[in-house]
């Protein structure tokens, strides 16, 4: 059965290196999705797929494009360094466009159902900000200040984007063609084990500093004892 959904990916690679990998057209095949929606009803990442024959978790990064699932197609990589085959790459400031989009996805990973749609929705305003769902939902602005302030103290050269070879990659045909990939070789930052709302982030380091705070104080009764 195919089902059209209002999807886009983002691929995480499981467990593959990816150092090697000739910048080519691969094959992209989109299995399926975990069922998971943000509160509009739209499925979000993680997805699941394979390229060139490979397990991967995929993410999406565009809402204005529609896939089939099952679904196979040829995708051209490109990496953040050349964005000439990319979809959304002659839009102005796109570097950091998609660098705000890879930054996001990563907290897709671990995260509880709420929070994936929340982060979803706010990857999707990048590249569709008039029709994406829930802008003005303050978790997904507070995911999009977050990633602003954030987003350059990452590195991004382990991902690759993945957009679908021979197609129209204007972004402003929005319903032709399918949906551009990225992917990224490890599936969270280093340190990141969890994925705490960005307005628990404040509630978080006050309560390291108090804790500091504490047994410092308790240290110094010790000594004075």
Not at 88 to 99: C, D, M, P, V
Not at 111 to 133: E, K, L
Request: aromatic share 12%.
């Amino acid at each position: 059965m195919s089902l059209n959904w209002k999807t886009c990916v983002l691929v995480v690679a499981v467990g593959v290196a990816f150092g090697a990998m000739k910048l080519s057209a691969s094959t992209l095949i989109f299995d399926s999705v975990d069922g998971v929606k943000d509160s509009d009803g739209y499925y979000v990442a993680p997805y699941n797929g394979q390229l060139d024959g490979v397990a991967y978790k995929l993410f999406c990064d565009d809402f204005n494009h529609n896939i089939y699932i099952p679904d196979t197609e040829t995708v051209n990589v490109s990496t953040i360094n050349d964005l000439s085959l990319t979809r959304f790459g002659g839009l102005t400031a796109a570097t950091s466009l998609y660098q705000q989009v890879f930054y996001l996805s990563s907290y897709l990973v671990g995260a509880s159902n709420s929070q994936r749609g929340d982060v979803q929705d706010a990857m999707w305003s990048y590249f569709a900000p008039t029709d994406a769902p829930n802008q003005t939902k303050q978790a997904v602005k507070d995911w999009l200040t977050q990633a602003k302030n954030n987003y350059a103290s990452r590195d991004y050269s382990q991902f690759r984007i993945l957009t679908q070879a021979n197609s129209d990659a204007s972004p402003t045909a929005q319903f032709d063609g399918k949906q551009e990939l990225f992917i990224m070789l490890s599936t969270v930052p280093p340190g990141l084990t969890s994925t705490p709302e960005p307005g628990t982030w404040a509630l978080l380091l006050t309560g390291m500093g108090g804790i500091v705070l504490t047994r410092m104080r308790r240290k110094q009764s010790a000594a004075k004892q």
